[in-house]
C-alpha cells in the first residue's frame, strides 16, 4: 500500500461537529485530493460489501470534478487513511457520505478554478472544468488538473455551500455504469478477510463452544500441544486457540483439545418460539398512535384479526469472518472485514487500554454481510492470540463458526386487528410485534403503517430470544412489513377489493401512490378480487427513506411455491447508478425470496442446528425469478437507501401470491414448510 | 511428495493428504478460489481438473496429482479475459465477488463441454454454486452471452 504523501490538493473537513460527536470524527481529514499525476482520490469510511459503493463514491467525484470516471481511485475502510466512519449500514451511504464527497470534489472544482484564473489570468467566471482540464467557457485549450496541482501542496476545507451539479448537467451521474473493481473480482485478484496472508503468520484454530452461552469447565491440552505444526496452544481467559504452522494442523490440533462445557439447559427449540415470544414479551413501546381504537372500531363495518410468524433467518453471507492481527510494539494493525473499522478499532484499543492512533483497522474486500458483521470478535481473537504468541495470528471462522456464531434476524411474531368500511377504508389499525432479542431498534423498524388510518396503535415489544439476535437488510423491517402486507390482502379479500385498488384506497402520499402504481402497470397488473386462482400479488413498504412496491407472479405444484416473475419498483430519489441500484434491487429480492420460501435457522437451545448450506436452504440459480426493476425516484430529490428497501416488501408479496394461488392464506414462513 | 501443476506451474507438494484448496490458497498462493463452506455445498471453491469442475475443498493434493488444475487466475490468455470473465464483468454479475471465482469457473467447466447451453444446462451446472448477493439472473446472463461471443468465428 502506498502511503507516501502525495503532492496535490486535498479537501479536507470534519466529518460532524455535532456536541457529543466522537474526537475522531470531529478532526478534520482528507476526502478528495487531486494528485500532480491527475489522479483523484477519494476517501470514505464505508467498506464495500458487494453494494457497490465504491462505484458509486467514484461516480459522484467524477462528475463533480469533470474527469472521467476511470481516474477516481476510492479508498475505503482503513482507518489510517478515511475519515472516520460508524458504519456501513442504514443505507446511509450514498444519501450522507456520497453527499459529503460530491461537496469535497466541488470544492475542489471551485479551487482549481481559481488556481486557473490566476495561472491563466482571467475572471474565474469565464473558466469552465471540463474534461480533467479549466479552460475559457468560449474556447481554448486551458490548462490540465495535473499542471495546476504540480509542485503544489495545498488544503482546503470542505465548503458546504460549493456549487453541486445540477441533475440535468450530470454527465457520469444517473448513468449505467459497471463496477469499477469488478476486473478484481473476476480475476480472483480481490484480496478479502480470509485471503489475508502475511508473513511470519501462525494459523489459529479457536475453539468453538457448541452452543450459546456454553462455559468451559474443564480442559486438557496435552494432546493438542502434541499435534504436528503445533507452535502453541494459548488460553487468555474465555479463549482457547491452537496456533500452528498451517490451518489444517491448528484445525488438527483444535480438534485434539479435551474440552468440557456446561451447557445451559435447553428450554426452548425451535417449535417453542412462537409461544416463547409471547410469553416473555415485555417493553411494549408505541411506535405509532392515532385517534382512539376504540373508536375506529365501532365504526367499522367488519373487523379481521390475524397472527403472522417469521423464525430466524441468517444472514449467512458468502465470506465466513476472519481477521489477521499484528503487533509492532504497542501498535496493533487488524486487517478484518467488518462493517465497522472504526468501531472495531475503538473496542480494541479500549480492550488492551491503547489509544485509538495506535490502532489500525483495515477492511479489505468484504464477502457479503448483510449486517452481521458488524459484530467482529475474530478482530479481537487474532489480536489477543497474536499478543500472546508474540507473532502475527489469522482466525478464520469456517462456515459452522459463522453459523453458529454470527447473529440472526430476530424472529418475530405479529398479532394484527383492523376494522375497515365494506368500501374498503381502513379506520381501525391495532399491531402488535413480538420480535426476539432485547435490542428494540431492530423490531422498531418498519413497524409503523404507511396507510392513512385515522385510529391506529402500533406497538413492539422486546422478548425472550435464545440465539443472539441482531442486523439484518433492513432489521426487523422486512418481518414487519410480511405481517401488515399480508393482513392488508387479507382486508382486500374481505371486502371483495382487488389488493392493488384496496390499497390505494387507504394510500394518500404521492409516492407511495406513484410506486405502487408503476409496478402494477410494468407488471401487467389486472384488477380481480382476491383469490384470483392466478397466483398474483403485491405489497409496498417504506425503509431507510425508499419507498417500494413488488408485484409477484408464482406458482405452486408439488408442495412448492415457485416465484416465476418479480416486478419491483424503487423510489429512492436520485439515483447515482441505475445499473447498481437494480443490482440490490435483485439482491434484496432473491434474499428475501429465500426468507419467505425456505429459510429457518432451527435451533435446540442454544445451538444452531442449521449451520451449514445443506441445512440452510438459501436461494440456488434454480430458484431465482426474472426480476425486473423499475426506478421510479425523481433526480432532484436527495438520494435515499437502496441496499435494504426492496426486501421489505418481497415476502409478504410472494406470500399474498401463493395465497392467491392456492386459496389458502400463507401467514407463516418459510412458505414451503406450511404448504401441504 | 507429489507434484501438482496448477495453471501450468508445477508445485512440489511435500503431504499426498493436505486438503486442495487450502494447498492452492496457502501454499501456492492462489487465493482467488475461495473457502466459503467446506462441504462442496456452495461451489466458492470450484477449480478445473483436466477442464472438469472439481470443489476444491472436498479433494486431497494426492488425488488430483495427475491432473491439469487450472484456477480462476489461469484462465485469461496473454493479458486478455477469458470470455466468461469479461461477460461477468459486462453484465454486472458480480456484487460482493467472494463467489464469482466459483461460478465462472463452473461456467467455463460448462461451456468446455456444451459450447451453447441451454437455460436449463446453466442452471444444472451452477446448481452448486450459491451467489448470496443474489446476482443469479445476471450470472445465467453472462454465461449465455459468454456462449455466444466463444462462439463466433475467429477474426
Redesign the interface.
Known amino acids: 500500500m502506498n502511503e507516501a504523501p502525495e503532492h496535490g490538493l486535498h479537501i479536507v473537513g470534519p466529518v460532524a461537529t455535532t456536541p457529543g460527536a466522537p474526537p475522531a470524527a470531529t478532526r478534520p481529514s482528507r476526502w478528495v485530493s487531486v494528485l500532480a499525476d491527475g489522479s483523484v482520490v477519494a476517501y470514505a469510511g464505508k467498506v464495500e460489501?458487494?453494494?457497490?459503493i465504491r462505484t458509486g463514491f467514484a461516480i459522484e467525484v467524477a462528475d463533480e470534478l469533470r474527469v472521467p470516471l476511470e481516474r477516481v481511485r476510492v479508498v475505503l475502510g482503513d482507518t489510517a487513511l478515511v475519515p472516520w466512519d460508524m458504519g456501513t449500514f442504514g443505507s446511509q451511504s450514498t444519501a450522507r457520505t456520497g453527499l459529503q464527497l460530491r461537496r469535497a470534489a466541488a470544492t475542489a472544482r471551485e479551487a482549481l478554478l481559481e488556481m486557473a484564473a490566476d495561472r491563466l489570468d482571467l475572471p474565474a467566471d469565464t473558466l469552465i472544468a471540463r474534461g480533467g482540464r479549466i479552460a475559457p467557457a468560449g474556447g481554448g485549450r486551458g490548462v490540465a488538473y495535473e499542471e495546476l496541482v504540480a509542485g503544489t501542496e495545498q488544503e482546503r476545507d470542505v465548503d458546504d455551500a460549493a456549487l453541486l451539479t445540477r441533475a440535468d448537467e450530470f454527465s457520469i451521474m444517473g448513468r449505467d455504469h459497471?463496477?469499477c473493481?469488478?476486473?478484481?473480482?473476476?480475476?480472483?485478484?480481490?484480496?478479502?478477510a480470509?485471503?489475508t496472508?502475511i508473513d511470519g503468520m501462525l494459523f489459529a484454530a479457536v475453539l468453538r463452544a457448541p452452543s450459546h452461552g456454553a462455559t468451559l469447565s474443564a480442559l486438557d491440552v496435552t494432546a493438542a500441544e502434541r499435534m504436528p505444526g503445533v507452535a502453541a496452544v494459548v488460553r487468555d481467559g474465555d479463549l482457547v486457540a491452537a496456533l500452528a504452522d498451517?490451518?489444517?494442523h491448528a484445525e488438527a490440533a483444535a480438534a485434539a483439545l479435551q474440552a468440557t462445557w456446561d451447557e445451559a439447559p435447553a428450554t426452548a427449540s425451535t417449535l417453542d418460539l412462537p409461544e416463547l415470544l409471547l410469553r416473555s414479551a415485555r417493553d411494549a413501546f408505541v411506535t405509532q398512535e392515532a385517534g382512539a381504537l376504540d373508536d375506529g372500531f365501532r365504526t367499522a363495518d367488519a373487523v379481521l384479526e390475524g397472527q403472522y410468524y417469521v423464525p430466524y433467518v441468517s444472514n449467512?453471507?458468502?465470506?465466513?469472518r476472519a481477521a489477521v492481527a499484528r503487533w509492532d510494539g504497542d501498535r496493533l494493525t487488524v486487517w478484518a472485514g467488518t462493517q465497522r473499522p472504526f468501531g472495531i478499532r475503538t473496542e480494541l484499543a479500549q480492550r488492551f487500554g491503547l489509544e485509538e492512533d495506535a490502532v489500525r483497522v483495515i477492511a479489505p474486500?468484504?464477502?457479503?454481510g448483510?449486517g452481521s458483521k458488524s459484530p467482529y470478535p475474530a478482530a479481537h481473537e487474532a489480536a489477543r492470540l497474536a499478543r500472546v504468541a508474540g507473532r502475527p495470528v489469522r482466525v478464520?471462522y469456517?462456515?459452522?463458526d459463522e453459523m453458529q456464531t454470527a447473529t440472526v434476524r430476530p424472529a418475530a411474531l405479529f398479532n394484527v386487528k383492523s376494522g375497515f368500511t365494506n368500501d374498503g377504508r381502513i379506520v381501525a389499525w391495532q399491531f402488535d410485534a413480538y420480535h426476539a432479542g432485547d435490542r428494540p431498534f431492530l423490531g422498531r423498524r418498519g413497524s409503523e403503517t404507511p396507510y392513512d388510518i385515522t385510529n391506529a396503535r402500533v406497538t413492539t415489544y422486546t422478548c425472550d430470544s435464545p440465539l443472539a439476535a441482531g442486523s439484518y437488510r433492513s432489521l426487523g423491517g422486512a418481518a414487519n412489513h410480511f405481517a401488515r402486507e399480508v393482513h392488508i390482502d387479507e382486508i382486500a379479500e374481505a371486502t371483495g377489493l382487488d389488493p392493488v385498488e384496496l390499497r390505494l384506497r387507504n394510500l394518500a402520499h404521492p409516492r407511495f401512490r406513484r410506486v405502487l402504481e408503476r409496478a402494477a402497470e410494468a407488471h401487467g397488473w389486472r384488477p380481480a378480487a382476491a383469490p384470483s386462482r392466478r397466483g398474483a400479488g403485491v405489497a409496498l413498504g417504506l425503509d431507510v427513506g425508499s419507498y417500494a412496491a413488488t408485484v409477484v407472479q408464482a406458482s405452486v405444484r408439488g408442495g412448492e411455491a415457485r416465484v416465476e416473475r418479480v416486478t419491483a419498483a424503487l423510489d429512492c430519489g436520485l439515483v447515482v447508478n441505475p445499473?447498481?441500484v437494480r443490482?440490490q434491487v435483485?439482491?434484496?429480492?432473491?434474499?428475501g425470496l429465500g426468507t419467505a420460501l425456505s429459510e429457518i435457522v432451527e435451533f435446540h437451545g442454544g445451538r444452531v442446528l442449521s449451520n451449514?448450506?445443506?441445512r440452510y436452504r438459501?436461494?440456488?440459480?434454480?430458484d431465482?425469478?426474472?426480476?425486473e426493476t423499475v426506478l421510479v425516484g425523481d433526480a432532484d430529490t436527495p438520494s435515499t437507501g437502496a441496499g435494504e428497501p426492496a426486501i421489505v416488501p418481497i415476502a409478504a408479496a410472494i406470500a399474498n401470491a401463493v395465497s392467491d394461488a392456492t386459496g389458502e392464506r400463507q401467514r407463516e414462513l418459510p412458505i414451503n414448510r406450511h404448504l401441504r | 511428495m507429489v507434484a501438482l501443476r496448477i495453471n501450468g506451474t508445477t508445485y512440489e507438494a511435500p503431504d499426498p493428504g493436505?486438503?486442495l484448496l487450502?494447498f492452492i490458497?496457502?501454499d501456492a498462493?492462489?487465493?482467488?478460489?475461495?473457502?466459503?463452506?467446506?462441504?462442496g455445498?456452495?461451489g466458492?471453491c470450484t477449480v478445473l481438473v483436466d477442464g472438469g469442475s472439481l470443489r476444491a475443498c472436498q479433494a486431497t493434493v494426492g488425488a488430483v496429482a495427475d491432473g491439469e488444475i487450472t484456477?480462476?487466475?489461469g484462465i485469461?490468455r496473454g493479458g486478455e479475459?477469458h470470455a466468461v470473465?469479461?461477460a461477468?464483468?459486462?453484465a454486472?454479475a458480480?456484487?460482493?465477488?467472494?463467489?464469482?471465482?466459483g461460478f465462472?469457473m463452473s461456467a467455463v467447466a460448462l461451456l468446455g463441454r456444451q459450447p451453447r447451453p441451454t437455460d436449463e444446462q446453466?442452471?444444472d451446472a451452477?446448481?452448486l454454486?450459491?451467489?448470496?448477493?443474489?446476482?443469479?439472473?445476471?450470472?445465467?446472463r453472462a454465461v449465455h452471452e459468454a456462449a455466444a461471443r466463444m462462439s463466433e468465428p475467429a477474426g
Not at chain 2, 458480480?94 to 471465482?101: A, F, K, N, S, V
Not at chain 2, 454454486?129 to 445465467?140: D, K, P
Open positions: 460489501f458487494g453494494q457497490g459497471a463496477r473493481d469488478a476486473l478484481e473480482r473476476v480475476t480472483g485478484r480481490a484480496i478479502f480470509q485471503d496472508v498451517t490451518d489444517e449467512a453471507p458468502m465470506e465466513p474486500e468484504i464477502g457479503g448483510f478464520a469456517s462456515r459452522l445499473e447498481g443490482n435483485e439482491g434484496s429480492i432473491v434474499m451449514g448450506f445443506a438459501v436461494p440456488r440459480a434454480a431465482a425469478p426474472v426480476v | 493436505r486438503n487450502s490458497r496457502f498462493g492462489l487465493t482467488g478460489t475461495k473457502y466459503a463452506c467446506g462441504e455445498e456452495c466458492a484456477t480462476i487466475e485469461a479475459l470473465q469479461q461477468f464483468i459486462d454486472s458480480t456484487q460482493c465477488g467472494y463467489c464469482t471465482p465462472i446453466i442452471l451452477l446448481a454454486n450459491i451467489c448470496r448477493c443474489g446476482a443469479y439472473q445476471r450470472i445465467v
